[in-house]
């Protein structure tokens, strides 16, 4: 008695357990308790619990006695009574109990039946897909319907989008949803997403035209922004069309060469042309290959005044202005207008916020608008003096097709330059070797005294057999061949060279015999294609 005892071992399989330990000492875990009282080791109270709850798993792959007890492992310390390296621990079984328990069956399903009932409890009115189309278009915003309600109702562009906007117009709920909507006196708390939105939209004054008005703030701002840019991009590039002394010039160029070529004709003694027929100057081809009249054209310009190449550096709004159209510019601004006026009409009648919220738009809009006409009004005078320039009817013309014509002519005109350019510098390698091959036959000459050259292969293959007798009959070197190696005279013996003499007599008697004489009219046919491979 007195002295501390060993715990007892846990019980056989099938055997009731120990008694649980009584309560310890108030504010101390039980686990502590019973272990001071009984100085057990802390892992064998561990082993010997048995929980209360169904607990769930750990995944461990466990260690036998026999190994873990063995001396140098890690666990040798849990397999030792009273160790006094054994640790000092509180653990709570209740506590991990509470922490790694099942949840339990009866419970779980009734959070199920509660979500279930709560959802068979929602009112929907509206059919599934509206309800879908509106509940989708909510979900953009993530805030309730009562925060989307006051961005209307405020008329805040910085909380929503031109897109969004457009959206719920064409959500907008109709006659029969608004009669169905009002027609409904149940719990406001059971309504679903969509309709719970579409009572507090309908409880909103006017709000078609909040929704409308704040499109319109969006847009013109956005369609502003892109449209006085984009005028004055056309404006400016007509300008330097009309102040462009190189154009002119290369026009001139182009006029008085065109004359000379029609001279005599119907198209000849012209005093201009239209700004289309600039495109056609590559298609009248030069007797010099690679060559049209506008590599003549720039090759003038270039010899006599090299600034009239760089006519692009005096068009730098050309390129861009080509590709806008008057057409497009009229139909927007006009429509911005429609907007506008429509917008000032509709809200005298509106409710004195909206009319607040609109009234310095409108006035800002209305100041943006008349700038806006007085810069269109200038582009349309100009594109009048721009048909009046190049000599087009003021009704038909078209700017965006005169200004595309001018920019790729000038495409052309400077691919024309680089190609004259190239031109120059073969020409000028040919003349070199020209030069090169006429110095070594000069060489030749000076070498061999009277004896002369051999004459340079004919175009034609011809008859080899022929060629040679008729070099054996003038007495000349023998020449190479395409496909025989060079034979010179000194090297064929003498009786070999009565041999060759006496067939060349036979072949050319022989030849008289069976070849007619050639008509006059034979070799009339002959000389262009004579020419032409001259040429």
């Known amino acids: ?42 892992f064998d109270i561990a082993r010997s619990h048995r929980p209360t709850k169904q607990m769930k798993k750990l995944n461990w792959q466990k260690v036998t006695k026999q190994v873990a007890t063995k001396d140098g492992t890690i666990w040798m310390r849990a397999a030792i009574p009273q160790s006094p390296d054994t640790p000092t621990l509180n653990i709570s079984p209740a506590e ?28 929907t009115l509206l059919d599934p897909k509206s309800s879908l189309n509106v509940n989708i278009f909510l979900k953009q915003f993530k805030m309730p319907n009562a925060k989307i309600i006051a961005i209307f109702s405020e008329g805040d562009c910085s909380r929503i989008t031109s897109d969004q906007l457009k ?37 909103l004054k006017q709000y078609p035209l909040r929704i409308e008005a704040m499109q319109i703030k969006l847009d013109f701002g956005d369609k502003l922004g892109e449209l006085k840019p984009a005028i004055q991009t056309l404006k400016l590039g007509m300008e330097e069309v009309l102040n462009c002394s190189s154009l002119q010039d290369v026009c001139y160029v182009a006029l008085m060469t065109g004359n000379i070529i029609n001279a005599g004709g119907r198209a ?79 809200i005298k009648n509106a409710p004195d916020d909206l009319q607040a919220q609109l009234k310095t738009f409108l006035r800002e809009a209305d100041e943006e608008m008349e700038a806006l006409h007085g810069l269109m009004e200038a582009t349309e005078s100009l594109n009048q003096q721009m048909a009046n320039y190049f000599c087009e009817d003021g009704k038909k013309f078209k700017l965006e097709q005169c200004l595309s014509e001018i920019n790729g002519f000038l495409a052309e005109f400077e691919t024309a330059v680089k190609e004259n350019e190239q031109r120059i510098v073969m020409e000028e390698k040919k003349r070199k070797r020209e030069e090169q091959k006429k110095l070594e036959m000069e060489r030749k000459i000076a070498k061999g005294g009277k004896q002369a050259l051999v004459p340079p292969p004919m ?11 008729q070099e054996i009959r003038d007495g000349t070197s023998l020449r190479r061949s395409s496909r025989r190696p060079t034979v010179r005279r000194g090297s064929l013996k003498n009786d070999e060279i009565k041999k060759l003499q006496v067939m060349a007599e036979k072949s050319e008697k022989a030849t008289t015999k069976r070849m007619p004489s050639v008509t006059e ?15």
């Open 1 to 42: 008695p007195g002295m501390p005892g060993v715990p007892p071992p846990p019980p056989p399989p099938g055997m009731p357990g120990v008694p649980p330990p009584p309560p310890g000492i108030p504010g101390t875990s039980p686990l502590s308790s019973y272990m001071d009282r009984r100085h057990s080791s802390i």
């Open 96 to 123: 991990v109990e509470e922490l790694f328990s099942r949840p339990e069956i009866g419970k779980k399903k009734g959070k199920e039946e509660e979500k279930q009932e709560k959802k068979s409890n929602i009112v």
């Open 167 to 203: 959206a719920v117009q064409k959500l907008l709920p109709d006659k029969n949803i608004i009669d169905l909507i009002k027609s409904y006196d149940g719990d406001i708390a059971k309504l679903g997403t969509a309709e719970d939105f579409f009572r507090q939209l309908l409880l």
């Open 268 to 346: 000849g003694d012209a005093y201009g042309f239209t700004v289309g027929s600039l495109r056609k100057l590559k298609d009248t081809r030069a007797n010099r290959p690679r060559m049209s009249l506008l590599h003549y054209i720039t090759q003038v310009c270039q010899d006599q005044d090299p600034q009239l190449l760089h006519v692009r550096k005096q068009l730098p709004h050309l390129e861009k202005a080509c590709r806008l159209s008057m057409e497009y510019f009229t139909s927007e601004v006009n429509q911005l207008q429609t907007q506008i006026k429509g917008l000032n009409k509709k």
């Open 459 to 469: 175009e034609d293959d011809g008859n080899i057999v022929d060629r040679l007798l």
């Open 521 to 535: 009219e034979e070799e009339t046919k002959r000389m262009p294609s004579v020419t032409e491979e001259e040429e």
